[in-house]
């Protein structure tokens, strides 16, 4: 075997120390950059989902405002019909208070006409009325007339039989003198059944009485005629038997008298007026008063 020399032996190759601390540092930096990029890339993504999920957020509160929009509009149209219905109401309620009121104008015209024809009426019957009443006091005049006519004719009556008695009594002149006694004694005591009214009265100067009726017989004096008035005086007055009741020394008393009895259905009855128990004129009897 040979010996080699160790000093002739050289080595083949030999990397110096500082390219190694390169290289490592080379590997590191890829190390450190792929790290990196990586942690860039996983932020990116998270980024990406973040404003994925910013968009939904943004996507879900559109949609609450939308919502909240739409309950405020639902709020505001159902205010806006509760509206409407209130104002429909109110309207009906109007429409209704417009027919009450022409309802309630319509009866009060209807009322308003049949007052006004009430009214017409009144003032119709009043004039009727106090056309009968001027009939009336046209009759009584025309009856006071008729009697100062009758009573003229009396006077004549009584001069003609005055004048009369002046000649020579006849036989049958005091035959006809003796029935007249009979009969104003027959008179006498009727008047005394039928009345009436004191002697005392009848003799008293001037009175008015209300006559009530007259009759071609005579009547008692409880006769239905008379309604059960008491104290009713008769006299007889061309060729009548003539009614009447009261005794008032003044016109105005009578006249209340005779509207009194007008009302318990003498409407016939009027005012006579007496002298000494005979009729006489109302006029004369005034005058005489005066």
Same mark, same amino acid.
Do not use: C
């Given at each position: ?38 942690? !860039? ?5 998270? !980024? ?36 409407? =219905? ?13 027919? #009450? ?7 009060? $015209? ?23 009443? $001027? ?12 009697? !100062? ?25 005091? #035959? ?27 003799? =008293? ?16 004096? $409880? ?21 009447? !009741? ?29 002298? $000494? ?14």
């Amino acid at each position: 075997m040979g010996w080699k020399n160790i000093e002739e032996e050289k080595p083949m190759h030999k990397t110096p120390p500082w390219s190694r601390v390169v290289l490592f540092l080379t590997i590191l930096l890829i190390l450190v950059l792929g790290v990196t990029m990586g942690t !860039i890339a996983g932020l990116k993504g998270r !980024i990406e989902i973040l404003e994925d999920r910013t968009v939904e957020f943004e996507t879900i509160d559109d949609r609450v405002t939308q919502i909240t929009e739409l309950k405020k509009n639902e709020q505001e149209m159902a205010m806006v019909e509760s509206e409407a =219905q209130k104002r429909k109401e109110l309207e009906t309620k109007s429409a209704t208070d417009y027919i #009450l009121k022409e309802k309630t104008l319509q009866q009060i $015209n209807k009322v308003k006409l049949i007052a006004d024809a009430e009214v017409k009426k009144r003032k119709e019957l009043e004039a009727k009325l106090d056309s009968e009443r $001027n009939k009336n006091e046209t009759l009584v005049k025309q009856l006071s007339e008729t009697t !100062i006519t009758m009573e003229s004719k009396d006077k004549i009556i009584l001069s003609l039989r005055a004048g009369l008695e002046e000649k020579p009594k006849t036989k049958e002149y005091i #035959l006809v003198q003796a029935k007249s006694k009979k009969t104003v004694s027959g008179e006498k005591k009727k008047n005394a059944d039928v009345d009436i009214t004191d002697s005392e009265t009848i003799n =008293q100067e001037i009175v008015f009485k209300v006559q009530l009726l007259s009759s071609g017989t005579p009547l008692s004096s $409880n006769s239905p005629q008379f309604k059960g008035l008491k104290n009713v005086w008769e006299y007889k007055d061309d060729g009548l038997y003539k009614y009447a !009741i009261g005794n008032k020394g003044d016109l105005q008393s009578a006249s209340a008298l005779q509207s009194e009895l007008r009302e318990q259905g003498f409407s016939g009855a009027f005012v006579v007026a007496l002298q $000494n128990g005979k009729r006489i004129p109302v006029r004369k009897a005034l005058k005489l008063l005066k």
